[in-house]
């Protein structure tokens, strides 16, 4: 089976702009969880995702969204982007019952300028 | 205080060497997950526990709920061992993954 992908993997933005990144899970996984990586804050959960709707979200502001297709490939958007939203965002699939193991992409990396 | 404490943040160790990774956590959890994440990001799952030991290869991992702490052991250390080690339990209210802030372990031949 592929692992889980997500695209792009490297990306620059400018304050205020706003960025979509995506994630395809493992074939057959329903959950997609999102985390943020920072140097300072280390990792972070950032909300998640099973069967198309939001099951938890972590402690971010509202400028930080997700959603999820039915064929379970997610998206997470970035709006108004700060220099705090440079990090290394990182999806897991899993197939879908609450807290089994989780298959991490390898990550995007955005840095904004 | 952070709900998940590693120690150390940083282990340099010669090859060969029997290394112990801690973590302690604050929280009630459900299970507790051992991830490596090697340079460039990528992480890897190792191993999810809720009690006992699991083992696989040269690593072996432990957990112990009542005093809320879990080790992470690798026998016969290699400098492809090197990356950092992170500890993440599922827990706090909302039943989500709470990390902890890394070891890095660096391998030397």
């Known amino acids: 089976k592929a692992g889980v992908t997500q695209t792009p993997r490297y990306l620059i933005k400018t304050r205020g702009q706003q960025v979509t990144l995506s994630c395809s899970p493992i074939?057959?996984?329903?959950?997609v969880s999102w985390y943020q990586q920072t140097p300072g804050q280390g990792l972070q959960f950032l909300f998640e995702y099973f069967s198309e709707t939001q099951r938890n979200k972590g402690n971010f502001p509202g400028r930080f969204s997700g959603r999820q297709f039915s064929n379970s490939r997610s998206e997470m958007n970035v709006s108004t982007l700060e220099l705090g939203d440079s990090a290394l965002y990182l999806c897991?699939?899993?197939?879908?019952?609450?807290?089994?193991?989780?298959?991490f992409g390898p990550g995007t990396r955005l840095l904004v300028l | 205080k952070n709900e998940v404490e590693q120690s150390p943040q940083n282990l340099t160790a010669q090859e060969g060497e029997f290394i112990t990774i801690n973590c302690s956590y604050s929280?009630?959890?459900?299970?507790l997950h051992w991830l490596q994440q090697h340079p460039g990001g990528g992480i890897v799952s190792l191993f999810m526990l809720s009690s006992g030991k699991k083992k696989h290869g040269r690593l072996i991992a432990t957990i112990n709920i009542q005093e809320k702490h879990s080790s992470l052991h690798i026998t016969a250390s290699h400098p492809r061992d090197s990356a950092v080690y992170i500890c993440a339990v599922y827990g706090g209210s909302q039943g989500n993954l709470i990390f902890g802030k890394g070891t890095k372990l660096s391998v030397k031949p």
């Open positions: 074939s057959g996984h329903r959950s």
């Open positions: 897991a699939s899993s197939p879908g019952q609450r807290m089994e193991t989780q298959y």
């Open positions: 929280v009630g959890i459900s299970a």
